[in-house]
């Protein structure tokens, strides 16, 4: 039997964990999920693609209401394919991409992106150097948020903005599953943390929990915003990555029913915009 000693205290409010869902962990205070899996790194999920690039520009939008892009130095942390990299300097910024893996680095590294191949607990920036850093779909999948979060106060320069893109718990697919996993059909939840996948969820946040992880190393947030989280292009590949062709076809069916009217429901993915006290 596992002991509260070995569960652990939520990172966010310091509450012991108590056992969750199918082995998960979760903070009966704040509502915070943590995995126990640890970290890795991997090329993305088939069919993500058109996802991530129609998120790069939101993503974009919301810094540059903020701030002015031209001439800001932004860290883009877990860049992959350098799309977000390119988005930024396309506006006029200096942009530094972070990718583990030269696998998925491999087409910013064909473009000649600046692309350093460097996780980003082990990337030596200098102090107060950035104007912005963002993580896009990284956050939950770093082992320790607490470091990442410290090491980010340290590399933005004073008022600078960390932006945060995430799934979240409180989302309505995120609930569906949730819901499913408890009537024995544990697959989907499963999923939903890419368990056994190269790069599996650590945590999942919701937008309180993890608003009042970032206010104890001194972020404030400023805005927030839906993304997509699931569109119709690229679906049946998306669940074909895990599931065998005849269930990937029923689920990506009714994925696709969710997508089409995701809008009118609590969103699954958003962005988190923070700035720096």
């Known amino acids: 039997m596992t002991s ?51 998120n790069y520009a939101i993503v974009a939008n919301a810094l540059e209401r903020v701030m002015p892009l031209r001439e800001a130095k932004v860290l ?3 860049s992959a394919e ?43 920036g200098g ?3 950035y104007d912005a850093i963002v993580l896009n779909d990284v956050f939950e999948h770093m082992q320790d948020p607490d470091f990442s979060l410290e090491k ?12 945060i893109n995430l799934p ?17 059909m544990e697959s989907p939840y499963r999923r939903m943390w890419a368990q056994g996948l190269s790069s599996p969820h650590i945590y999942f946040y919701s937008e309180a929990n993890v608003t009042r992880l970032l206010a104890k190393h001194k972020f404030e947030l400023v805005d927030q915003g839906r993304l997509v989280a699931m569109a119709t292009e690229g679906m049946y590949q998306r669940v074909r990555s895990t599931y065998s062709p005849l269930p990937a076809l029923v689920i990506s069916a009714v994925a696709n029913l969710v997508a089409l009217t995701s809008k009118i429901f609590p969103a699954d993915v958003k962005y988190l915009l923070f700035r720096k006290k």
């Open 82 to 124: 350098g799309g977000f990299t390119e988005l930024i300097q396309r506006k006029g910024g200096v942009a530094l991409g972070l990718e583990p893996d030269q696998e998925a680095a491999t087409e910013a590294l064909q473009k000649k992106l600046p692309v350093e191949l460097v996780s980003f607990e082990s990337f030596a």
């Open 168 to 184: 979240l718990s409180s989302g309505f697919v995120f609930r569906m599953v949730s819901a499913a996993a408890r009537l024995g």
């Open 127 to 129: 102090e107060k150097e």
């Open 76 to 78: 883009d942390v877990g």
């Open 4 to 54: 509260e000693r070995d569960i652990g205290t939520c990172i966010a409010c310091g509450n012991a964990y108590v056992p969750g869902l199918i082995g998960f962990l979760r903070c009966p205070r704040c509502g915070l999920l943590y995995s126990r899996q640890k970290a890795g790194f991997g090329n993305p999920i088939k069919g993500m693609t058109a996802i991530a690039f129609r």
């Open 152 to 163: 980010s106060h340290k590399l933005l320069r004073d008022g600078g903005l960390l932006l």
